[in-house]
Antibody, heavy 117, light 107 residues
Framework: EVQLVESGGGLVQPGGSLRLSCEVS????????MHWVRQAPGKGPVWVARIDNDGSSTNYADSVKGRFTISRDNAKNTLYLQMSSLGADDSAVYYC??????????WGRGTLVIVSS | EILLTQSPATLSVSPGERATLSCRASQSISSDLAWYQQKPGQAPRLLMY???TRATGIPARFSGSGSGTEFTLTISSLQSEDFAVYYCQHYSNGPKTFGQGTKLEIK
């Protein structure tokens, strides 16, 4: 069974940091580009960051560039998102997604990040 | 950044009827467009990619068309489980943006 399971979300104060993880099973993780997509309550999804299959190349949305870092450990089948200098606008459900050819065919259930004092 | 505009924002349709959802891109994206369905409390689910190819397990009542800047998702005979929010997303050049969504509700 294919599973993408995010963790690491929670309540964090403005300016704080958080690291999200996504454990992937049931697929050959190292074969795929992976992304983080976030969705604020009542809003549409927003692409956040992407990493290629061996971790050598990354891209970020302008809104998170310089604050977020996407990484992966193919030996552990795990994707990460290190987030720093968090603000209220970063509050959202964060999804780990698989990219087979540009689109997103597998999504985790998401992990909720709330930035609030 | 390529902008996607979906219309209408809300569509009210009776079960058994046809629903047509539109997505317009701010510049040509060839056929690099995907459609997703999202129900409350769930992650989006891929319905269509390449503008017109159904994803694995998606019923034949869902069809997609278009290329360039104009795209359509059609649901031929609405079932109760189809009432949800639908998003288009491009995967052409630049950031992969999503449309703002169309809420398909029961009339």
């Amino acid at each position: 069974e294919v599973q993408l399971v995010e963790s690491g979300g929670g309540l964090v104060q403005p300016g704080g940091s958080l690291r999200l993880s996504c454990e992937v099973s049931g697929i050959t993780f190292s074969s795929y580009w992976m992304h983080w997509v976030r969705q604020a309550p009542g809003k549409g999804p927003v692409w956040v960051a992407r990493i290629d299959n061996d971790g050598s190349s990354t891209n970020y949305a302008d809104s998170v560039k310089g604050r977020f870092t996407i990484s992966r450990d193919n030996a552990k089948n795990t994707l990460y998102l290190q987030m720093s200098s968090l603000g209220a606008d970063d509050s959202a459900v964060y999804y780990c997604v698989r990219d087979p050819a540009g689109y997103f065919d597998l999504w985790g259930r998401g992990t909720l990040v709330i930035v609030s004092s | 950044e390529i902008l996607l505009t979906q219309s209408p924002a809300t569509l009210s349709v009776s079960p058994g009827e046809r629903a047509t959802l539109s997505c317009r891109a701010s510049q040509s994206i060839s056929s690099d467009l995907a459609w997703y369905q999202q129900k409350p409390g769930q992650a989006p689910r891929l319905l269509m990619y390449g503008a017109s190819t159904r994803a694995t397990g998606i019923p034949a009542r869902f069809s997609g068309s278009g290329s360039g800047t104009e795209f359509t998702l059609t649901i031929s005979s609405l079932q109760s489980e189809d009432f949800a929010v639908y998003y288009c997303q491009h995967y052409s050049n630049g950031p992969k943006t999503f449309g703002q969504g169309t809420k398909l509700e029961i009339k």
